[in-house]
């Protein structure tokens, strides 16, 4: 509910999905990379966030869902690339895994997606430049980087956009699919 109690919301975002393949590949590699660290939490909910948009009254889902259905969803092939901790600047808070998109397809359809959501005037998007990313784990408090190797992780390719909803629970956030947009 909203802060005045009177309007149902919903926490969204648009992700794409990480292939079930890739996303054993990760975990096995948080498994081991992550062995031992009570400083961080893996994150096993794996996806590439293309937009945020938070607390959303849920009467408006249905023009989201409109203005993403006019987006060109094409497949795009990603190479994980290394480790990134973030924010870039002071105490860091995620681990994410860093993606090469050679082609740009992802970036484009980040831009898109952002595009059709503003024009819903439920989303604005950033000044900063946009991040091609999977977190894998969040810093229970914030803390400086700590060595990460061999992440042998194979290219994979992502084939939809998803609306999520996502609720805040103890252990983690719960990620509910809404509306599924595949590749054509």
């Not at 292939?19 to 990379?33: C, F, K, L, V, Y």
């Not at 973030?86 to 994410?96: F, H, I, N, S, W």
């Amino acid at each position: 509910m909203s802060a005045s109690g009177d309007e149902a919301t919903l926490r969204l975002f648009v992700a794409c999905e990480v292939p079930p393949d890739t996303a054993s590949a990760i975990e096995r590699w948080q498994r081991t990379a992550l062995a031992g660290r009570d400083d961080v939490r893996p994150n096993h909910a794996l996806h590439l966030t293309l937009a945020f948009l938070g607390s959303t009254p849920a009467d408006r889902v249905t023009d989201l869902v409109a203005a993403l259905a006019g987006v060109e969803v094409k497949a795009v092939h990603l190479e994980v690339t290394g480790v990134l901790f973030l924010p870039t600047r002071g105490a860091k808070r995620v681990v994410a895994l860093v993606l090469n998109d050679a082609g740009g397809g992802l970036v484009r359809l980040q831009a898109d997606v952002a595009a059709a959501l503003a024009g819903t005037d439920l989303f604005e998007a950033t000044a900063r430049p946009w991040l091609p990313h999977v977190t894998v784990a969040r810093f229970r408090r914030p803390r400086q980087p700590f060595p990460l190797q061999n992440v042998n992780i194979p290219g994979f390719c992502v084939v939809r956009t998803v609306l999520y909803s996502s609720l805040l629970e103890r252990a983690g956030a719960v990620h509910t699919p809404l509306s599924v947009f595949p590749a054509s």
